[in-house]
């Protein structure tokens, strides 16, 4: 893992090369090893360490936030799927959950998952099968209200199949959605990951009938390789 070097000269040549290899181990299949890589040398996941977030994504609501700005002083927020929390950590700020900006609205964030979530600071968390028949109820009792937010970024288990991966990422995204539909208070923001693969047309219809502006971005945070990309849906018609 020694830094490579290379005589010093004007044209450059010399700079160090600073990027991390990872040699092969014993046991370890060649896609670890470049995952592995690819995660030591990733700029997000230093500056997800460095600013405390839970992980990279963090930095993908960040930016979709940045551009849409539902994330609001007051605002009452739910992060489907939850774990490992960087999405509720960035909620928690920016809808001033803790209270630390004298004079703005307080808000509330609610995050669910199937499994257990180490506790965040600011946020409310509860295991639950968001697809179960009475999500939506307890998701409005533990909020004390309709939501302003729900969003996501689920994703399936992947199967190693690009196609049927697709079929299950939509799937959920459509789940979400319909939690989403009774759980919104009217004018509200459904946030969610998709992937892109021609099988999204149905949804994006969908929520078309449902709000008055559906959007599709791919934050800058999602790796150039991934085909995921993020529909921003606002103004909940309700």
């Known amino acids: 893992m020694a830094d490579k070097k290379t005589s010093g000269n004007s044209s450059g040549r010399g700079a160090r090369d600073l990027r991390v290899k990872v040699k092969s181990a014993r046991g370890r299949k060649l896609s670890s090893t470049r995952w592995l890589e ?21 930095f993908k609501i960040l930016e979709l936030d940045d551009k849409f700005r539902f994330l609001v002083p007051g605002a009452r927020v739910v ?31 609610l995050g669910v998952d199937l499994q ?65 539909f009774d759980v919104l208070t009217p004018g509200g923001t459904f946030v969610a990951k998709v992937l892109a693969g021609g099988a999204e047309g149905d ?14 971005m791919k934050p800058p945070a999602s790796r150039s390789d991934s085909s995921e990309k993020f529909v921003v849906a606002t103004g909940f018609r309700g």
């Open 116 to 180: 257990e979530v180490e506790p965040i600071a600011g946020a409310q968390t509860h295991q639950l099968d968001f697809m179960s028949d009475d999500a939506d109820e307890k998701v409005k009792e533990w909020l004390g209200g309709e939501a302003d937010v729900v969003m996501s970024d689920m994703a399936a288990a992947s199967s190693g199949h690009k196609q049927t991966d697709h079929l299950r990422i939509i799937a959920l995204c459509e789940a979400a959605a319909y939690l989403a």
């Open 38 to 58: 690819r995660q030591l040398n990733d700029p997000y996941v230093k500056r997800a360490k460095a600013e405390g977030y839970r992980g990279r994504a963090a």
């Open 203 to 216: 949804l994006q219809k969908l929520l078309k009938q449902k709000f008055e502006k559906v959007v599709n």
């Open 79 to 109: 992060d489907l799927g939850c774990a490992p929390g960087g999405w509720c950590q960035v909620a928690v700020k920016r809808v001033n959950a803790l209270g630390e900006k004298s004079g703005k609205k307080i808000g509330t964030v």
